[in-house]
Each structure stands twice: as structure tokens, then as C-alpha cells.
Nanobody
Framework: VQLQASGGGLVRAGGSLRLSCAASGRSFSADIMGWFRQAPGKEREFVAAIYRSGRDRSYADSVKGRFTISSGNAKNTMYLQMNSLNADDTAVYYC??????????????????WGQGTQLTVSS
């Protein structure tokens, strides 16, 4: 199983960006796909997760109302639309996937599959 995250870059504060994640692998189908981020010197933190292509969604408080997670038309793809970006959003963003209960979607330790990360830098 491979996850490929893309779409990061440099954006000004207040701007928008969309991240993409595509999963591939023989017979791979994940119940949950999520986004996490890690800033320098900080622990990896939960951003958003989506359950079974949209049956449920979860967001970190810090991004609620600004970020939107969605599934793509292609199987095992997802997006993270990020609006009203600020300097605190600067981090490497990782997509991840797992099966199982959505109750623990915010814990990165529950995810066995990870993408390589894509850097987002928000300039003030």
C-alpha cells in the first residue's frame, strides 16, 4: 500500500491551498483516511479525518471552519481544502489510512499506512 500526498507549497497568510492524497495498492480499501501535520519541534497532530467517503468527518478544533476534508471520485483519494491559512498552519502534512472504528480517528498511532508528507509554509 502506498499513499501519495501532494499540493503543498508556499502561501501567504489568509490564502488557500488544497492538498491531495491518493492511495494505491492491490485490493486496498480504507475505512478511514486522515490528515496529520507536524511542525518543527512539535509532535504530529491530528488535522482531519473522513470515514467511508463521507459518512462522517472529524476536525481538529484549530482548523474547524477553515479546512474541509473530502473524498475524490476515484477510490481511495481524498482532499484537504485549506482556507484562511495562518502561520500556525505551517507544517509537513501527512495523509494516512486505516480500517476500523472512526472513534479513534484522531490518534495517529492507529494508522498503519502513511504518505511521505508535503510541506505547507504560510508566510505572514
Amino acid at each position: 500500500v502506498q499513499l501519495q500526498a501532494s499540493g503543498g507549497g508556499l502561501v501567504r497568510a489568509g490564502g488557500s491551498l488544497r492538498l491531495s492524497c491518493a492511495a494505491s495498492g492491490r485490493s486496498f480499501s480504507a475505512d478511514i483516511m486522515g490528515w496529520f501535520r507536524q511542525a518543527p519541534g512539535k509532535e504530529r497532530e491530528f488535522v482531519a479525518a473522513i470515514y467511508r467517503s463521507g459518512r462522517d468527518r472529524s476536525y481538529a478544533d484549530s482548523v474547524k471552519g477553515r479546512f474541509t476534508i473530502s473524498s475524490g471520485n476515484a477510490k481511495n483519494t481524498m482532499y484537504l481544502q485549506m482556507n484562511s491559512l495562518n502561520a500556525d498552519d505551517t507544517a509537513v502534512y501527512y495523509c494516512a489510512a486505516r480500517d476500523g472504528s472512526f472513534q479513534r480517528a484522531q490518534d495517529h498511532r492507529n494508522y498503519p499506512y502513511w504518505g511521505q508528507g508535503t510541506q505547507l509554509t504560510v508566510s505572514s
